[in-house]
């Protein structure tokens, strides 16, 4: 059995590229949601530390700057006053970087030399200050020069090992983290339950196009809700409504004209075995026959003709349009139409405005005036009238034919522009009609961008009036 579609590769599947875009997004805003905060509060951290550290070290700075010469003694005799809680370790120096005071309480290294490369710096006039945050601690360090008039008599060392604000950082990050994982699993459980969903009705669309594709136009399919996938399943059963119509119209024609061409072929045929099978055949009886097979030769020929006409408007192929003058291809068509109207005895009188101009094919304009005002003779009676009308409304050329004939039933009207439709089969057929001549009409109007209706007389007959859109208007003779 053929397969309904061949499967996709999973790598070039709507679904998975829709999977990873998501998956992609929702891990950036994750990663986001992790690093932001903590890395904002981090630096927040960091740099009120310093503000305090600093600020202390100034304050210690200013209050040793009086001595000309510090000594241990000096030293400790002013950090006595200051309150050095909050810090892990307090250090001060002379100007040699020897230690004076140090308030470590394991191996403080009061009378050793300071290798610090902060304290170093201190006391070549800079002040230094460094933070690190190793994830368990916040470790600050400062270290500014003390100044006694022009000349640096020592530095002061400031430290602080800050293990509570780095739990609080720690514990916003385990929660973020927490929170991270709760919201991926339900993104990915959603982002599956949707693609899914999406994928489904996706795939349902490509095997409805491919099982109408096949020829089934009765295919249907159902759709649910009021997103773009229902407009797109509404719009496909619509075109596919319309695919069907089309099928059917073209089986119909195709099946009519069949049938217009069979009956005058049988009619010859038939003709023609009379003519063989007589065994004495007189020539008045010969004549009657041959002139029989003409007849339905001439009206094959004038069917096929008018399906020719029929397809080329169809495809529009091969036909030239240019500025044409209506009322000249009236009167040339009243022309040719006049024998005919002469021997049915009709009569046709025209009120005809000069100086319109359509953009259109010449050709099909005649067939368009020829075929109303040769209905309006042969669908007459004898004595009756026909009567054309050309004149402007705003921007539309308006062509108006009418006749006094047998009118065409209510019922009827909206069919008589279809194909081969005949409102009576005998008197078309006796007057030489196919049910083809108003379709032509039809639809070389509206290959010129105008439009055709019929209306009842209000005496009898009918009333056949089209618009076009018109051309600038030229002087008669231009
Ligand atoms: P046909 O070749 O049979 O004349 P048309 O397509 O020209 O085919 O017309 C379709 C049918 O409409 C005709 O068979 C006829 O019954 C009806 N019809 C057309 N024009 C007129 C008219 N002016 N008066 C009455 N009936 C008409």
Redesign the pocket.
Known sequence: MKKLFKPFNIANSVQLKFSLTFLVLIGGLLVMLNTYPTVVSRDLVFSSKQVSLQNQAGVMSSALSTQDRLTGETVREVMQLLDLRSLTRVIVTDEYAEILYDTAQLDPSVGRYALFPEIRRALSGEVVCYSVYDGRAFMTSEAMPIRNGGNTTGAVYLYEYDSSQAQLIGGIQTNLRSISTILSIAAIILMMIFSRALTLRITELVKATKIVSEGNYDHRIETKGHDELSALGEEFNNLTGRLRETEELRRRFVSDASHELKTPLASIRLLTDSILNAENIDNETMREFVTDIGNEAERLQSTTE?LLSLSRIDSGAGLAFEPVDLRRVVEKTLHLLSPLARDRQITISTNLRSGLYVNGNEDLLYRIIF??A???I???ASGGTVEISLSKKNSLICLI?S?S????PEE?MPH??S???????A???E???????????CDAVKLHGGSIK?EKRQKR??R?TVFFPALEEKEEGQ
């Open positions: 008018k075929n109303l040769e209905n309006g042969k669908y007459n034919v006749d004939g047998i009118g065409i009827d008589i522009f194909r081969f439709y005949r409102v009576d089969k008197r078309s057929r007057a030489g009609g196919s049910g083809l001549g108003l379709s032509i009409v019929v007959g009918s056949f």
